[in-house]
Antibody, heavy 120, light 109 residues
Framework: QVQLQESGPGLVKPSETLSLTCTLSGGSIRSSSYFWGWIRQPPGKGLEWIGSIYYTGNTYYIASLKSRITISVDTSENEFSLNLRSVTAADTAVYFC????????????WGQGTLVTVSS | SSELTQDPAVSVALGQTVRITCQGDSLRRFYASWYQQKPGQAPVLVMYGKDNRPSGIPDRFSGSSSGNTGSLTITGAQAEDEADYYCKSRDSSGNHYWVFGGGTKLTVL
Protein backbone atom coordinates (compact mmCIF):
# COMPACT_ATOMS: atom_id res chain seq x y z
CA GLN A 1 0.00 0.00 0.00
CA VAL A 2 1.31 3.44 -0.92
CA GLN A 3 2.23 5.61 2.03
CA LEU A 4 3.59 9.12 2.17
CA GLN A 5 5.18 10.53 5.29
CA GLU A 6 6.20 14.14 5.86
CA SER A 7 9.10 14.94 8.17
CA GLY A 8 10.86 18.07 9.31
CA PRO A 9 10.93 20.74 12.00
CA GLY A 10 7.63 21.85 13.45
CA LEU A 11 8.93 25.28 14.35
CA VAL A 12 10.83 27.69 12.11
CA LYS A 13 11.96 31.22 12.93
CA PRO A 14 10.87 34.14 10.76
CA SER A 15 13.22 34.85 7.82
CA GLU A 16 14.64 31.33 7.98
CA THR A 17 14.05 28.37 5.66
CA LEU A 18 11.29 25.83 6.08
CA SER A 19 12.51 22.38 5.00
CA LEU A 20 10.33 19.29 4.75
CA THR A 21 10.84 15.85 3.25
CA CYS A 22 8.20 13.42 2.03
CA THR A 23 9.19 9.76 2.01
CA LEU A 24 7.32 7.32 -0.21
CA SER A 25 6.85 3.68 0.72
CA GLY A 26 4.97 0.99 -1.16
CA GLY A 27 5.86 2.42 -4.56
CA SER A 28 8.56 4.04 -6.64
CA ILE A 29 8.97 7.76 -7.01
CA ARG A 30 10.46 7.03 -10.45
CA SER A 31 7.12 5.93 -11.86
CA SER A 32 6.23 7.72 -15.09
CA SER A 33 2.56 7.81 -14.08
CA TYR A 34 2.85 10.21 -11.20
CA PHE A 35 3.90 13.65 -10.09
CA TRP A 36 4.59 14.55 -6.48
CA GLY A 37 3.11 17.59 -4.85
CA TRP A 38 3.02 19.81 -1.81
CA ILE A 39 -0.23 21.32 -0.57
CA ARG A 40 -0.57 23.48 2.52
CA GLN A 41 -3.43 24.52 4.78
CA PRO A 42 -3.17 27.47 7.17
CA PRO A 43 -5.00 26.88 10.46
CA GLY A 44 -8.75 27.10 9.91
CA LYS A 45 -8.38 27.81 6.20
CA GLY A 46 -8.55 25.97 2.90
CA LEU A 47 -6.12 23.97 0.82
CA GLU A 48 -3.47 25.64 -1.32
CA TRP A 49 -1.40 23.76 -3.88
CA ILE A 50 2.12 25.19 -3.74
CA GLY A 51 4.15 23.02 -6.08
CA SER A 52 4.83 19.71 -7.78
CA ILE A 53 7.75 17.76 -9.17
CA TYR A 54 8.26 14.90 -11.61
CA TYR A 55 10.91 12.27 -10.96
CA THR A 56 13.05 13.77 -13.73
CA GLY A 57 13.27 16.97 -11.70
CA ASN A 58 10.77 19.08 -13.66
CA THR A 59 9.13 21.46 -11.21
CA TYR A 60 5.94 23.52 -11.12
CA TYR A 61 5.37 26.25 -8.53
CA ILE A 62 2.51 28.50 -7.55
CA ALA A 63 3.25 31.98 -8.86
CA SER A 64 2.96 33.66 -5.45
CA LEU A 65 5.81 31.58 -4.00
CA LYS A 66 8.01 31.18 -7.05
CA SER A 67 10.80 33.41 -5.68
CA ARG A 68 11.02 31.51 -2.39
CA ILE A 69 10.23 27.85 -3.11
CA THR A 70 12.34 24.94 -4.26
CA ILE A 71 11.12 21.35 -4.59
CA SER A 72 13.64 18.62 -5.27
CA VAL A 73 13.55 14.85 -5.67
CA ASP A 74 15.95 12.14 -4.52
CA THR A 75 15.11 8.99 -6.44
CA SER A 76 17.73 6.94 -4.61
CA GLU A 77 16.00 7.65 -1.31
CA ASN A 78 12.47 7.55 -2.78
CA GLU A 79 11.69 10.98 -1.39
CA PHE A 80 11.06 14.55 -2.39
CA SER A 81 11.62 17.73 -0.47
CA LEU A 82 10.29 21.24 0.01
CA ASN A 83 12.38 24.29 0.84
CA LEU A 84 10.61 27.58 1.48
CA ARG A 85 12.92 30.50 2.14
CA SER A 86 12.41 33.72 4.09
CA VAL A 87 9.32 32.48 5.89
CA THR A 88 6.87 34.68 7.76
CA ALA A 89 3.95 33.93 10.03
CA ALA A 90 1.79 33.70 6.90
CA ASP A 91 3.61 30.47 6.03
CA THR A 92 2.34 28.78 9.19
CA ALA A 93 0.28 25.84 7.96
CA VAL A 94 -0.17 22.11 7.85
CA TYR A 95 1.93 20.92 4.93
CA PHE A 96 0.76 17.84 3.06
CA CYS A 97 2.66 15.88 0.47
CA UNK A 98 0.61 13.99 -2.08
CA UNK A 99 0.84 11.79 -5.14
CA UNK A 100 -0.65 13.19 -8.33
CA UNK A 101 -1.89 10.59 -10.78
CA UNK A 102 -1.54 12.03 -14.26
CA UNK A 103 -4.21 9.93 -15.96
CA UNK A 104 -6.89 11.02 -13.47
CA UNK A 105 -5.64 14.58 -12.91
CA UNK A 106 -6.05 14.10 -9.19
CA UNK A 107 -4.10 13.79 -5.96
CA UNK A 108 -4.95 10.21 -5.06
CA UNK A 109 -2.73 9.58 -2.03
CA TRP A 110 -1.85 12.05 0.70
CA GLY A 111 0.50 12.11 3.64
CA GLN A 112 -0.97 12.77 7.06
CA GLY A 113 0.37 16.33 7.05
CA THR A 114 2.73 18.13 9.37
CA LEU A 115 2.15 21.42 11.14
CA VAL A 116 4.87 23.99 10.66
CA THR A 117 4.69 27.08 12.82
CA VAL A 118 6.70 30.17 11.99
CA SER A 119 7.50 31.99 15.19
CA SER A 120 10.44 33.41 17.05
CA SER B 1 -4.16 32.32 -11.80
CA SER B 2 -7.61 30.78 -11.90
CA GLU B 3 -10.18 30.85 -9.17
CA LEU B 4 -12.67 28.25 -8.08
CA THR B 5 -15.68 29.39 -6.05
CA GLN B 6 -17.54 27.19 -3.60
CA ASP B 7 -20.35 27.94 -1.17
CA PRO B 8 -18.76 28.16 2.30
CA ALA B 9 -21.39 25.99 3.96
CA VAL B 10 -24.20 23.63 2.99
CA SER B 11 -26.47 21.51 5.13
CA VAL B 12 -28.53 18.42 4.38
CA ALA B 13 -30.95 16.31 6.35
CA LEU B 14 -29.88 12.77 7.05
CA GLY B 15 -30.76 10.55 4.12
CA GLN B 16 -31.49 13.40 1.74
CA THR B 17 -29.60 14.52 -1.36
CA VAL B 18 -27.16 17.40 -1.46
CA ARG B 19 -25.23 19.00 -4.30
CA ILE B 20 -21.95 20.79 -3.66
CA THR B 21 -20.90 23.09 -6.46
CA CYS B 22 -17.69 24.61 -7.72
CA GLN B 23 -17.54 27.45 -10.25
CA GLY B 24 -14.65 28.60 -12.36
CA ASP B 25 -13.62 29.31 -15.91
CA SER B 26 -11.23 26.36 -16.01
CA LEU B 27 -14.20 24.04 -15.49
CA ARG B 28 -15.41 24.86 -18.98
CA ARG B 29 -12.45 22.84 -20.25
CA PHE B 30 -11.37 20.55 -17.42
CA TYR B 31 -13.19 18.36 -14.93
CA ALA B 32 -12.82 19.07 -11.25
CA SER B 33 -11.60 16.53 -8.77
CA TRP B 34 -13.15 16.49 -5.31
CA TYR B 35 -11.63 15.92 -1.88
CA GLN B 36 -13.28 15.19 1.45
CA GLN B 37 -11.51 16.36 4.58
CA LYS B 38 -12.59 15.55 8.11
CA PRO B 39 -11.22 17.48 11.11
CA GLY B 40 -7.59 16.71 11.83
CA GLN B 41 -7.25 14.41 8.84
CA ALA B 42 -5.68 14.56 5.41
CA PRO B 43 -7.95 15.11 2.42
CA VAL B 44 -9.30 12.04 0.65
CA LEU B 45 -10.04 11.91 -3.07
CA VAL B 46 -13.74 11.12 -3.59
CA MET B 47 -14.33 12.01 -7.25
CA TYR B 48 -12.34 12.64 -10.40
CA GLY B 49 -12.98 13.07 -14.08
CA LYS B 50 -16.52 13.15 -15.42
CA ASP B 51 -17.96 10.88 -12.71
CA ASN B 52 -15.33 8.49 -11.36
CA ARG B 53 -15.06 7.23 -7.79
CA PRO B 54 -11.82 5.85 -6.40
CA SER B 55 -11.97 2.40 -4.89
CA GLY B 56 -13.67 2.45 -1.50
CA ILE B 57 -15.78 5.56 -2.08
CA PRO B 58 -19.50 4.78 -1.68
CA ASP B 59 -21.68 4.96 -4.77
CA ARG B 60 -23.88 7.60 -3.12
CA PHE B 61 -21.19 10.04 -4.31
CA SER B 62 -21.48 11.18 -7.93
CA GLY B 63 -20.04 13.92 -10.07
CA SER B 64 -21.26 16.09 -12.92
CA SER B 65 -20.29 19.17 -14.86
CA SER B 66 -22.08 21.84 -16.87
CA GLY B 67 -20.61 25.00 -18.30
CA ASN B 68 -18.36 26.60 -15.71
CA THR B 69 -19.77 24.55 -12.82
CA GLY B 70 -18.69 21.23 -11.44
CA SER B 71 -20.84 19.42 -8.91
CA LEU B 72 -20.45 16.70 -6.32
CA THR B 73 -23.75 15.08 -5.35
CA ILE B 74 -24.35 12.90 -2.33
CA THR B 75 -27.55 10.88 -2.67
CA GLY B 76 -28.75 9.73 0.72
CA ALA B 77 -26.28 11.65 2.88
CA GLN B 78 -24.97 9.83 5.94
CA ALA B 79 -23.67 11.23 9.19
CA GLU B 80 -20.14 10.21 8.22
CA ASP B 81 -20.32 12.46 5.15
CA GLU B 82 -20.15 15.54 7.36
CA ALA B 83 -16.85 17.12 6.34
CA ASP B 84 -15.21 19.85 4.32
CA TYR B 85 -15.24 19.32 0.58
CA TYR B 86 -12.77 20.89 -1.82
CA CYS B 87 -12.77 20.99 -5.59
CA LYS B 88 -9.56 21.21 -7.59
CA SER B 89 -8.92 22.06 -11.20
CA ARG B 90 -6.21 23.24 -13.50
CA ASP B 91 -4.81 26.72 -13.05
CA SER B 92 -4.60 29.05 -16.04
CA SER B 93 -0.79 28.94 -15.74
CA GLY B 94 -0.84 25.68 -17.65
CA ASN B 95 -0.59 21.95 -17.30
CA HIS B 96 0.51 20.73 -13.87
CA TYR B 97 -0.48 23.96 -12.15
CA TRP B 98 -3.42 23.46 -9.82
CA VAL B 99 -5.89 25.47 -7.81
CA PHE B 100 -8.30 24.45 -5.06
CA GLY B 101 -11.66 25.96 -4.32
CA GLY B 102 -12.19 27.59 -0.95
CA GLY B 103 -14.04 24.58 0.41
CA THR B 104 -17.61 23.79 1.47
CA LYS B 105 -18.42 22.69 4.99
CA LEU B 106 -21.16 20.08 4.79
CA THR B 107 -23.35 19.61 7.83
CA VAL B 108 -25.61 16.56 8.03
CA LEU B 109 -28.62 17.36 10.21
Amino acid sequence: QVQLQESGPGLVKPSETLSLTCTLSGGSIRSSSYFWGWIRQPPGKGLEWIGSIYYTGNTYYIASLKSRITISVDTSENEFSLNLRSVTAADTAVYFCARFKDITNSFDFWGQGTLVTVSS
Amino acid sequence: SSELTQDPAVSVALGQTVRITCQGDSLRRFYASWYQQKPGQAPVLVMYGKDNRPSGIPDRFSGSSSGNTGSLTITGAQAEDEADYYCKSRDSSGNHYWVFGGGTKLTVL
